[in-house]
């Protein structure tokens, strides 16, 4: 059974940091794309970032490009999102998603197989 569980979110001020965090386990697909998203209240949900399984390959969001750094741990079995200058259109619940597909990586939720059950960044102004 596929599990993938975020922490680290957090209440800061804007220009703040945070980490992110997505512990998986159950991976048992040979390669995988691990996506962040994020959904705001009223909003509907956005790609952010993207690693690929080997964690060569990323891809983000031009909103939140060179300002949030995705990365990949193996050994710990964990992803993580930097999130540095933090602006208050950044406030949402991110979640973390696992793809089996066999393209690099989908900006589109629907494509992702497996979800985390998110963690809330609220920035403040």
């Known amino acids: 059974q596929v599990q993938l569980v975020e922490s680290g979110g957090d209440l800061v001020p804007a220009g703040g940091s945070l980490r992110l965090s997505c512990a998986y386990s159950?991976?048992?697909?040979?390669?995988?794309?691990m996506g962040w998203f994020r959904q705001a209240p009223t909003k509907e949900r956005e790609f952010v970032a993207a690693?690929?399984?080997?964690?060569?390959?990323?891809a983000y969001a031009d909103s939140v490009k060179g300002r949030f750094t995705i990365s990949r741990d193996n050994a710990k079995n964990t992803d993580y999102l930097q999130m540095n200058s933090l602006k208050p259109e950044d406030t949402a619940v991110y979640y973390c998603a696992a793809d089996y597909g066999t393209r690099w990586y989908s900006t589109v939720p629907m494509d992702y197989n497996v979800w985390g059950q998110g963690t809330q960044v609220t920035v403040s102004s």
């Open positions: 690693i690929s399984w080997r964690g060569g390959r990323t």
């Open positions: 159950g991976l048992t697909f040979k390669t995988y794309t």
